[in-house]
């Protein structure tokens, strides 16, 4: 069998299957802010709604999502019309995905990722997920 024939027959990842992805995700970003390993549980806040917005993308396009991580690209791509409030907290959660992903300075982060600041963003990104789960 050739490869552009496999290719073709190839199975893509089902919304839903995002869907419960971006739930673990979820899952464990709260395990990282319970052990206090704030700036990783920012990271999967950021990855959780990336692959609630990649099963978005898959259920429109029916093919694999693009293997980035920009939320604003995803949001554009998929022409979904977020309302206001979640647009700001999207703004900041892609802003904050590669400081996360690849710190300059470990320490810097450390002091700006405190308990409070980090549960904010977490029930922030408990409602946007919920909200992208009832439009999927």
Same mark, same amino acid.
């Given at each position: 069998?050739?490869?552009? +024939?496999?290719?073709? &027959? !190839? $199975? #893509? =990842?089902?919304?839903?299957?995002?869907?419960?992805?971006?739930? @673990?995700?979820?899952?464990?970003?709260?395990?990282?802010?319970?052990?206090?390993?704030?700036?990783?549980?920012?990271?999967?806040?950021?990855?959780?709604?990336?692959?609630?917005? +990649?099963?978005?993308? &898959? !259920? $429109? #396009? =029916?093919?694999?999502?693009?293997?980035?991580?920009?939320?604003? @690209?995803?949001?554009?791509?998929?022409?979904?019309?977020?309302?206001?409030?979640?647009?700001?907290?999207?703004?900041?959660?892609?802003?904050?995905?590669?400081?996360?992903?690849?710190?300059?300075?470990?320490? !810097?982060?450390? =002091?700006?990722?405190?308990?409070?600041?980090?549960?904010?963003?977490?029930?922030?990104?408990?409602?946007?997920?919920?909200?992208?789960?009832?439009?999927?």
């Amino acid at each position: 069998m050739n490869i552009k +024939k496999k290719m073709a &027959e !190839k $199975k #893509f =990842k089902p919304p839903e299957e995002w869907v419960k992805q971006a739930e @673990y995700d979820l899952e464990t970003a709260e395990a990282m802010f319970n052990s206090e390993r704030y700036i990783y549980a920012v990271f999967m806040y950021h990855l959780s709604i990336e692959k609630a917005l +990649k099963g978005f993308y &898959e !259920k $429109k #396009f =029916k093919k694999d999502p693009l293997k980035l991580h920009d939320l604003a @690209y995803l949001i554009h791509k998929i022409e979904l019309n977020l309302p206001h409030q979640y647009k700001d907290f999207l703004k900041i959660l892609n802003e904050l995905s590669v400081p996360t992903r690849y710190p300059n300075e470990i320490g !810097k982060l450390l =002091k700006e990722y405190k308990k409070e600041k980090t549960e904010s963003l977490l029930t922030q990104t408990k409602e946007l997920l919920k909200w992208l789960k009832e439009k999927l």
